[in-house]
């Protein structure tokens, strides 16, 4: 009975698209149709082994592998040839066997698409420029870059034919691995004399130069590529407008903007969301109106990462209540806000000190819900520890870990420092170990904190204890490291010991600062150490910090 009522209800909802769509999630619909999809294949593919009479050909099969390939079910796509092979005497074609290399690079199993490639070889094939790219490209895609450019070395000497996707495949496996340079000298090599470069390489090595702040090189092959009549995209534009933003030069980025409209080049969302971006992070949010007029006149609708640049930009300025503003306009024009949009606006009411605010945002995440990330989190409990409300941020660690949002070193750092300002020195040690258990390693900058919280709680010799234990262990130790140490001993009145710690830094060529002398200074002052302290003010004056 169960059986036939869910039978029923899944018929019921597989023919009715408007009932999916109103009482189930869009990405819902999308699985259960794609593994509608998938079963359909399946079952069609057993029906053509079954059938004898007459005996299918290969080119039936290959069409019902070639979809399940579309589909990205290459598991299913590399179980269906194997019975293919084991149960018919159907020998496998060029097509076939490529759809096989496809399926094993795009599951990394690079070695059975070479041992693929190595079948058609023996079977006579002549492989194509297509299964060629394809091997190359799964060979990018394990980051196998050598090996990818010694097989083309390989092709090439044989006379292999490859095509503008096969050397556009190994110039965007280069420049996702960070070798622009390696990517231009392939286009230089090939240029003219194997294929024609085409806008999708050139682009491609513009985009990486240009992630990589070498703006003015990508200008230069920019310009290279329009001397060869080659015509930059909105692509080309926004990886320029994109490099140009990167290195703060908003003017060069918007006189592109306008260069690509005057060449009916329509920008695209992307386009703006970066020039947005970039203004609001340089705090001009003022200036941000001009490139949404510009938006605006183009029909380029904003979209929630537009909003969400715009709040960040209020919020780094401190007016959160503008940002606050935006929020509820993105929700009323019907974007629903995302995680990241929550984020801003929760560490902004965070940096006011307007907590409950930021706690209610966050409770309204949940009734949406809408998980919050390790920044959210993190925002909030930073907020929490700063206005003492320690135990409720540990109780949002917890819940972290309960949703598997792993808390990382920033969210550590907020609750080490509360707990150290609150004199919980033990407890910070313990926070401490149960973060290193994590396999992260402390940074300095924690260090600090618990050394100056041992210093501030009269714990000289636990705190010395740690620093003598950083020192060991090849911890670069900063000029705040040594102050907090020189001001503990001065506290104490062991100023043998402050100025041996003052000559140790130096030693170490770490170069004390105006507070590091301040503070030795005033205490030798106040101990009437007067020839002492009036030795070191000299050194001081003579390092420039009065």
Known sequence: ???????????????????????????????????????????????????????????????????????????????????????????????????????????????LSFSVFANILKKGYHPNAITLTTLIKGLCLKGHLHQALQFHDYLVAHGYHLNQVSYGTLINGLCKAGQARAALR???????????????????????????????????????????????????????????CILGKLK?????????????????????????????????????????????????KPDVVTYGSLMDGYCLVNEVNRANIIFKTMTQRGITPDVFSYSILIKGFCKIKMVDKAISLFKEMHCRNIIPNTITYSSLIDGLCKLG???????????????????????????????????????AIALLRKFKDTGIQPDTYMYNILIDGLCKVGRLEDAQEVF?????????????????????????????????????????????????????????????????AENLLREMIARGLL
């Open 1 to 111: 009975m169960s059986f036939r009522y869910n039978a029923a209800v899944s018929l019921f909802i597989l023919s009715n698209p408007k009932f999916i769509r109103s009482f189930v999630s869009t990405r819902l619909y999308s699985q259960i149709f794609h593994e509608q999809e998938k079963d359909n294949l399946v079952t069609s593919f057993n029906h053509l082994l079954l059938r004898h009479n007459p005996t299918p050909s290969i080119i039936e099969f290959g069409k019902i592998l070639g979809s399940l390939v579309k589909a990205k079910h290459y598991s299913n796509a590399v179980s269906l040839h194997r019975q293919l092979e084991l149960k018919t005497g159907i020998q496998s074609s060029l097509v076939t066997l490529s759809i096989l290399i496809n399926c094993f690079s795009q599951l990394g199993h690079i070695s």
């Open 252 to 300: 060069v980025a918007i006189d592109l903007l306008h260069k690509m409209i005057w060449e009916n080049l329509n920008p695209n969302v992307y386009t703006f969301n970066t020039l947005v971006d970039a203004f609001c992070k340089e705090g001009k949010v003022k200036e941000v109106k001009n490139v949404l007029a510009v938006m605006m006149k183009n029909g380029v």
């Open 468 to 532: 003598e234990d950083l020192l060991a262990k090849g911890y670069k130790l900063d000029v705040y490291t040594y102050t907090i140490m020189i001001q503990g001993f001065c506290n104490k009145g062991l100023f043998d010991e402050a100025l041996t710690m003052l000559s140790k830094m130096k030693d170490r060529s770490c170069i004390p600062n105006a507070i590091t002398y301040e503070i030795i200074i005033r205490s030798l002052f106040d101990k009437d150490e007067n020839d002492t």
């Open 186 to 244: 392939l286009l230089r090599r090939v240029d003219g004399k194997m294929i024609q470069p085409n806008v999708v390489m050139y682009t491609t090595i513009i985009d990486s130069m240009c992630k990589d702040k070498l703006v003015h090189d990508a200008c230069d092959l920019y310009s290279e590529m329009v001397a060869k009549r080659i015509s930059p995209t909105v692509v080309t534009y926004n990886a320029l407008i994109s490099g140009f």
């Open 389 to 427: 409300r320690i135990s409720y941020a540990l109780e949002l660690v917890d819940e972290m870990c309960d949703r598997g949002q792993l808390p990382d070193i920033i969210t550590y750092t907020s609750i080490l420092g509360a707990l150290c300002k609150n004199h919980q020195v033990d407890k």
